[in-house]
């Protein structure tokens, strides 16, 4: 818990067998839910989640990433989380921010938090393709000066959203493809919710 709120990670997973263990094992202790969305992968994802004692969620089929997503939050917020932070289990993206993701939703100073690779600029060193990279800064550009916000990435995985956001965003009405990132940040700025990033 942070400020008395209840924190929820939830690890959208896809063929996730190769790196889940390590993304588990950097989660703080902080973290009171651990719910694993596996989206009808072809490997041993389900059975790692249960060996590290997630809770966890297998979808009948693959129904993409975004439907992944849409099932995560609706878990967590029936296993009455107040934060809930979205981390890929695939390793992208350290664990060991969710304590400064957590805490910056659980004491109000933003409602959405938003883990970047290009903040600090560590998404080449990261390994980022540098086609990939140039992509994402054309599109965050656009992105940017069509949502008249400021934002460093639009295209990270790894996000920390306070219930209300989860309450209030039509999440059910976006596409179950990648593209479903972009329409909840999108709802974000339409719906007035503060937004604020870490590197």
């Known amino acids: 818990m942070v400020n008395n709120k209840r924190i929820a990670v939830v690890l959208p997973a896809y063929n996730a067998e190769k790196t889940l263990e390590a993304t588990i094992r950097e989660l703080p202790d902080l973290v009171d839910v651990r719910i694993l969305v596996d989206d009808h992968s072809c490997d041993q994802t389900v059975e790692i989640a249960r060996m590290l004692g997630l809770q966890y969620f297998v979808h009948d089929r693959n129904y993409g990433y975004g439907r992944n997503q849409q099932?995560?939050?609706?878990?967590?917020?029936?296993?009455g989380a107040d934060v809930v932070i979205m981390v890929h289990p695939d390793y992208q993206y350290t664990p060991l921010l969710v304590t400064a993701m957590a805490s910056m939703v659980a004491y109000g100073v933003y409602d959405v938090v938003l883990g970047?690779?290009?903040?600090?600029?560590?998404a080449l060193r990261g390994g980022m393709p540098l086609y990939k990279y140039v992509f994402n800064r054309l599109l965050t550009a656009f992105e940017n000066m069509f949502l008249r916000v400021k934002l460093s990435e639009y295209h990270t995985g790894y996000r920390a959203f306070g219930r209300e956001v989860l309450t209030k965003l039509p999440l059910l009405e976006n596409s179950d493809d990648f593209v479903f990132d972009n329409q909840m940040l999108a709802q974000c700025v339409f719906f007035g919710f503060r937004i604020g990033e870490v590197s």
């Open 71 to 79: 099932t995560c939050y609706r878990e967590a917020l029936s296993a």
């Open 116 to 122: 970047s690779r290009i903040v600090g600029g560590s």
